[in-house]
């Protein structure tokens, strides 16, 4: 075996043996993606609940907005009860040609979201039944906005974070790791490259990156999540190969300053937590005030987020892949060559 | 010394200094091929140092150093493939067995997979191949680490206090290893803070104190230049301390509680004197040793 892949599979051994890391880098971020996506996925199904008495037309047109959902009472009272008891924000009562529509005085929003559709329907077969050509047309087209459901949002952010930390930590520790235990002498003993060392351990973060991509995704996609990929999912790949090199020079900067696996862990952190937070990962940064966008656009992770955005969950194609590599990639080449300028061999 | 080949490691007058600490204040010593070279002396005396300079992991303030021909500093790939270097204990990829870390370091020197079968055995580890590296004992761990600096074949093998921190026995087993070592032809040149061990193994020593060479000879040479007493060590009451004086040759008697020690430049005599009175029971004889080089050279007790 060659000297790379020897060590390449070395360091995947390494790694698969060792619990620890096999939790930080599938189990912790997964176990965001799951209490994230079930604490705000309960979205799914957002009609109103109201109470209905009777049938006819006007029933049955109300069902068809495919806004309300009508909860059958076999009486008025039993249905004004609901109302009431505040079960229901509203109940609509059809006897013949009358409808009774009672609603909830607490709830503002659900009683007009309620009004305005029970009257909408009922004008639109008063029209029709009067046989009446309307003067005003109405054209309602869905778009797809740039609003997602939280998994949508929480997969890309997730991932993104995920292959920050490892990389970040793989790449610190492993250096603090060997130079305290003095591997990295008997490699400087060795006739190896040190470019063959490096790019082995970088091909082995690179393959977790991918690995994380798939069983984050596959989870995601669960119907208990319910996430929908749309576009090109293949665009992923460049980024998070990019990502992963960004942030194993990082990691590379942190790991030549700290004397400690302790030490190297705490700063990984510091540096990674903030980013997070700032970078969208666990809640969209849209919302946020604009300077804290514009401190968010410095960090790497918050480009590699919007392009796993984009080509994920926004169905867009390699053109949104420009930026985010760009950055990435000037990222990988500016750090790298300070990290590899204060490396040290030795303490 | 060989004469014709060249000498395996020339060192000439070299020092390294940090801040205010002179590490290695000019040292020199060569060492032949095949040879089995001592770099002795307590903590803090500078062999390390020494050890890494010749290595080519340090650059030496001033002075030269000579490897297997080759200028060693900086980084020589070309002489990389003919050193092996233990380290520490630790040394060793996460998580991987005892036979793993011996084919991944040999794949550095694109040595193949089956010479880690060898090592292992060289070093008695054969039983221990699937075993990770963590769950190996200490002397184990030792001998893995001497195995890895082997792994290459190399012609000259440097090792930094291999049985430091080791049991009696793990020490033992470990001496086998090097003399195996030796016994391949290898030059071997390693510190110890271990001085009787040193005397059992080296061919050569050289006693470091405070970054300078003391002395440095064979150890029975470096014993017998002293000039110390033997001490013949009797039972108590075995002999009046007066009759010992009595003896011709015994230049000092004197008696504790459980033994009388009589000292004597001229043991033969006053064995055989002690001899015909009967009084061998329980006699031990103690000679010099390089503890004894170490206190005439420095004035101090050996500390380790």
Known sequence: ?347 | MTGARIPAVVVSDIRKSYGDLRAVDGVSFTVAEGEFFGILGPNGAGKTTTLEIVEGLRRADAGRVTLLGEDPWPRNTKLLPRIGVQLQASSFFEKLTAREQLQTFGSLYGVSSRRADEMLELVGLTDKAEVRENNLSGGQRQRLSIACALVHDPDVVFLDEPTAALDPQARRNLWDVLRAIQARGKTIVYTTHYLDEAEILCDRVAIMDRGRVLAMDAPATLVRGLDAPTHVVLQKGALTTEAARAISGVEEAHEDEVSLTISTRRPAPVLSALAERGTLDGLQVRTATLEDVFLDLTGREYRA
């Open chain 1, 1 to 347: 075996m060659t000297a790379f892949k020897s060590l390449a599979s070395a360091m995947t051994k390494g790694f698969l043996r060792d619990r620890m890391s096999l939790f930080f880098v599938f189990l912790f971020p997964l176990l965001f993606l799951v209490v994230f996506g079930l604490l705000l996925g309960d979205s799914g199904d957002d009609r109103t609940k109201v109470g209905a008495v009777g049938d006819g037309p006007v029933l049955t047109a109300l069902e068809q907005t495919g806004a309300l959902e009508l909860e059958r009472y076999d009486s008025a009272d039993a249905a004004r009860q609901g109302v009431d008891d505040g079960d229901l924000p509203a109940a609509v009562v059809v006897e013949g040609n009358r409808v009774d529509l009672v609603f909830a005085a607490s709830d503002q929003v659900a009683a007009g979201t309620v009004v305005g559709i029970v009257s909408g329907v009922v004008d639109k077969l008063n029209l029709g039944a009067a046989n009446v050509t309307p003067t005003f047309t109405l054209e309602a087209e869905p778009v797809e906005d740039a609003s997602l459901k939280p998994i949508q949002y929480l997969t890309p952010g997730i991932l993104s974070w995920a292959v920050s930390f490892s990389g970040v930590f793989g790449a610190a520790l492993t250096l603090v790791s060997w130079r305290k235990k003095q591997v990295l002498r008997r490699i400087r003993l060795a006739p190896v490259g040190t470019t063959t060392v490096l790019t082995s351990r970088i091909l082995v973060s690179v393959g977790t990156a991918l690995a994380q991509g798939v069983v984050f995704v596959a989870v995601a996609t669960l119907p208990l999540f319910g996430l929908r990929l749309t576009g090109q999912w293949y665009l992923a790949l460049p980024l998070l190969v990019l990502g992963t090199t960004a942030f194993f020079a990082i990691g590379m900067l942190v790991g030549a300053f700290c004397k400690t696996e302790e030490s190297a862990s705490g700063a990984a952190n510091l540096i990674i937590m903030p980013m997070a937070f700032l970078s969208g990962t666990f809640f969209p940064v849209e919302n946020a005030p604009g300077w804290l966008q514009a401190v968010s656009k410095t960090f790497p992770l918050r480009h590699m987020n919007d392009g796993m955005l984009d080509v994920l969950v926004r169905g867009k194609g390699v053109e949104a892949l420009l930026v985010p590599s760009a950055v990435l990639i000037g990222f990988t080449l500016v750090v790298g060559f300070i990290a590899a300028k204060v490396f040290r061999w030795e303490d």
